[in-house]
């Protein structure tokens, strides 16, 4: 049983212009959804995270809008550079779960010079 | 951001044999660390959680007696695949979290463990 789900594999975006990578969820207990970006033969590394009782969360040139009666949250990075290419994990938690993870599939993402 | 370090980076090993994986908290003290598998392209999947002076939680359909948890201190928990096999092969990644972060779900995570069973 999935609870997260990241669809798109991968995706490709031009340098400069603006990914959007997309998440959906399926436990409406989660209140807690963070991304994360993975290079190759590394760990994850924390991007930015957004609470449910917001809908918007901004951090330079990365934005996170979560949609909850639609159970959806995205990723936004604009403007996208080569240096962003990475596997990019939608997470999600809940109440005193705290830490406890639930993660999706990943997106590749490859940003062309 | 805090550091958690991890090693061995890879190891190969003979099917049957047991593989031991450190993973240390360098700049703060982590009461609870988690172990996650990841295998090729399949997301991260939580195994355990090692908690300090305590036996570890493990996900369901996770063998504990296989995969053995210590965390005999603030700083270092270990994972040890006994009897290896071809199946255990996969990416072992652990992680923690700082006193801030225990709240948020944000993690801090080591570098992984490339495990290969031949």
């Known amino acids: 049983d999935q609870q997260v789900k990241q669809n798109s594999p991968s995706l490709s975006v031009q340098e400069g212009r603006i990914s959007i990578l997309n998440c959906d969820y399926t436990?409406?207990?989660?209140?807690?959804f963070l991304w994360y970006k993975k290079y190759p033969a590394e760990g994850p590394t924390f991007l930015i995270s957004i609470s449910s009782i917001k809908d918007k969360n901004e951090d330079g040139r990365f934005t996170v809008f979560l949609n909850k009666s639609a159970k959806h949250l995205s990723l936004h990075i604009v403007p996208s550079q080569p240096g962003d290419s990475a596997v990019y994990f939608c997470a999600a938690s809940w109440g005193t779960s705290g830490s406890r993870l639930t993660f999706g599939e990943g997106t590749q993402l490859t940003v062309n010079p | 951001g805090a550091v958690v370090s991890q090693h061995p980076s890879w190891v190969i090993c003979k099917s049957g044999t047991s593989v031991k994986i450190e993973c240390r908290s360098l700049d703060f003290q982590a009461t609870t660390m988690f172990w996650y598998r990841q295998f090729p392209k399949q997301s991260l999947m939580l195994m355990a959680t090692s908690n300090e002076g305590s036996k570890a939680t493990y996900e369901q359909g996770v063998e504990k007696d296989k995969f053995l948890i210590n965390h005999a201190s603030l700083t270092l928990s270990t994972l040890t695949v006994t009897s290896a096999h071809p199946e255990d092969s996969s990416f072992y990644i652990c992680?923690?979290?700082?006193?801030?972060?225990?709240?948020?779900?944000?993690?801090?995570f080591g570098e992984g463990s490339r495990l290969t069973v031949l």
């Open positions: 992680s923690a979290n700082d006193r801030q972060g225990a709240n948020t779900g944000e993690l801090f």
């Open positions: 436990n409406s207990m989660f209140d807690y």
